[in-house]
């Protein structure tokens, strides 16, 4: 259990040697979870030893080539390598028809299914859940459809303060109650307050994952709080004209936003390929909100 992210990917535009383009492998409470996925997503895959027949569900932000164009060979070597459980992917709907046109010219029938969940959104949705964990999707502002997401943990249930199973001799139908924040009433008229014989449950992990975008200011009310914050900064605000034009966003303008939306750590990616090093991107964000990493292919972020 837990959250483990892998960064795959965190250059922009054009995979190099240095960096891949975006793709991020998350391990969260044991759901196997591929966001992005830019040319070459398989190789980093081997490279960061993550066994890609586990990926459950892949989330594809938007239909610009450096986020999903290593589909279709990670698909396909699914394919090859003997894979029959379906794969779910969370995607703009046109990918489903770009997959499935290069699947039928190619007479290539997948040994298993893709499930497709069409992202079609106005506002903020809730697009998966299960008993652990939710997905939301948001809007964000590129030039062509492009989305967010937010991955949540369920609030877990309260745990046991353990000297009081013993104390009490608690038997497992009760216990079971006092857990799930239920009174038990006793046959001998004692009523045990789940209050008094258990901790309250570990606060739910929070993840975002905001990748490519103009600056959005009101971004702050879907991301408060979040334990962890992804954000593209492509460039530094000298280039803000840059960024305006192209619609993506500055080190600044993340840290910002980040600030606003008191999050617990930011996690910035998605390099113009100007940039030999990061120092001054991560100097700039850090200047407005300190706890702000600038990441590298193969970096890992636990929580939990
Ligand atoms: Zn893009």
């Given amino acids: 259990m837990g959250f483990n992210l892998t960064i795959l990917g965190s250059g922009a535009a054009t995979p190099t040697l240095k960096r891949g383009v975006t793709a991020q492998y998350l391990n969260f409470n044991e759901r196997k979870i591929l966001i992005d996925c830019g040319e070459g997503t398989q190789l980093q895959l081997r490279k960061f030893k993550v066994s890609f027949q586990r990926i459950q569900y892949i989330f594809i932000s938007h239909l610009h080539g450096d986020h999903y164009l290593g589909l279709l060979g990670l698909l396909s070597s699914m394919h090859l390598l003997g894979r029959e459980k379906a794969i779910h992917i969370f995607a703009p709907p046109e990918l489903k028809e770009i997959l499935e046109t290069q699947f039928k010219l190619t007479y290539v029938k997948l040994k298993f299914e893709?499930?497709?969940h069409d992202l079609n959104f106005k506002a903020k949705t809730l697009i998966f859940e299960d008993n652990s964990i939710e997905v939301h999707a948001f809007p964000l502002k590129h030039r062509i459809p492009c989305y967010g997401f937010l991955f949540k943990e369920k609030l877990k249930e309260r745990t046991m303060i353990k000297s009081k199973i013993?104390?009490?001799?608690?038997k497992i139908p009760e216990i079971v109650k006092l857990k799930a924040s239920q009174n038990v009433a006793r046959e001998n008229g004692e009523v045990l307050n789940y209050l008094d014989?258990?901790?309250?449950?570990?606060?739910p992990i929070t993840y975002a994952f905001c990748t490519d975008t103009k600056y959005i200011e009101n971004l702050k009310e879907t991301l408060f709080k979040v334990d962890l914050l992804y954000h593209e900064a492509t460039f530094v605000h000298q280039l803000l004209d840059r960024a305006k034009a192209t619609y993506h966003t500055t080190a600044f303008q993340a840290a910002s936003l980040a600030k606003q939306a008191e999050v617990g750590k930011l996690l910035l990616g998605h390099f113009s390929q100007r940039y030999s090093s990061?120092?001054?991107i991560e100097k700039e964000a850090q200047a407005v909100f300190e706890n702000t990493v600038c990441v590298k292919d193969g970096d890992q972020f636990l929580l939990g």
């Fill in 278 to 280: 990061t120092t001054d």
């Fill in 197 to 203: 014989l258990t901790h309250e449950p570990p606060k």
């Fill in 114 to 116: 893709i499930i497709y």
């Fill in 166 to 170: 013993k104390a009490l001799d608690l």
